[in-house]
């Protein structure tokens, strides 16, 4: 079965310092893989994605993401964080068998405290 | 550039009520896709539109059903409404390609009472 899993509910970072969301995955083959961000009552909104090449990759507002073959994961970085990063960020895997389908993970909620 | 606009942004229905959800995509692009995402979860997929035409489907009842008009925008209906229905429906756009991210309204919200 697919399945994406964030392993922190939460992640608590103080502003100024690097972050990291966790993001592995259990799909079959090289799946497309993409980070998405969700502020209060909003939908989600695109940070960036790994189709091949590079293992960093880099986004929207700073955002970059390290994919890493070997352990199916897709960890979002950040060399230092706003408060304004604050917000609830979702990793999700497209696999190519299938690619009309998203798998998202559950969330994981960033809080960067001033 | 308009992005996705979904409506209502919020509904309240009562159980075994009808409701029809409603999108336009993003300009230029062709493809609709529809997610439920219940409180404290990230979304899950309930089907995609493209071409007028549901082309694949997720693990949800016959109670939801949807269609995509020929500009391209798309409705959502849900039949027989249970509580746990409520969630914020989100719907996404893209264009064709494997590589293309989904571009998200900002949802409706319905609860079911």
């Known amino acids: 079965a697919q399945s994406v899993a964030q392993p922190e509910d939460q992640v608590n970072v103080a502003e100024g310092n690097p972050l990291t969301v966790k993001c592995t995955y259990s799909?079959?083959?090289?799946?497309?893989l993409f980070w998405y961000v969700q502020y209060p009552n909003r939908g989600l909104q695109f940070l960036l994605k790994y189709i091949t090449g590079d293992n960093l990759v880099k986004g929207s507002y700073g955002f970059e993401a390290e994919f890493n073959k070997s352990q199916t994961s897709f960890h979002l970085k950040k060399p230092s964080a706003l408060v304004s990063d604050s917000a609830l960020y979702f990793c999700a895997v497209r696999p190519l068998y299938n690619f009309n389908k998203f798998y998202f993970g559950s969330g994981t909620k960033l809080n960067v405290k001033p | 550039d308009a992005g996705v606009t979904q409506s209502p942004t919020h509904l309240i229905k009562t159980r075994g009520q009808q409701v029809t959800l409603r999108c336009s995509p993003k300009?230029?692009?062709?493809?609709v896709s529809w997610y439920q995402q219940a409180l404290g979860q990230g979304p899950q997929f309930i089907f995609q539109?493209?071409?007028?035409?549901?082309?694949q489907r997720g693990n949800f009842p016959d109670r939801f059903s949807g269609h995509q008009f020929p500009n391209y925008s798309s409705e959502l209906n849900v039949n027989a409404l249970l509580l746990g229905d409520s969630a914020l429906y989100l719907c996404?756009?893209?264009?064709?390609?494997?590589?293309?991210?989904?571009?998200f309204g900002n949802g409706t919200r319905l609860t079911v009472t």
């Open positions: 539109y493209y071409e007028e035409e549901e082309r």
């Open positions: 799909v079959s083959g090289n799946p497309y």
């Open positions: 996404a756009s893209s264009r064709g390609g494997y590589n293309s991210p989904l571009h």
């Open positions: 300009s230029g692009h062709d493809t």
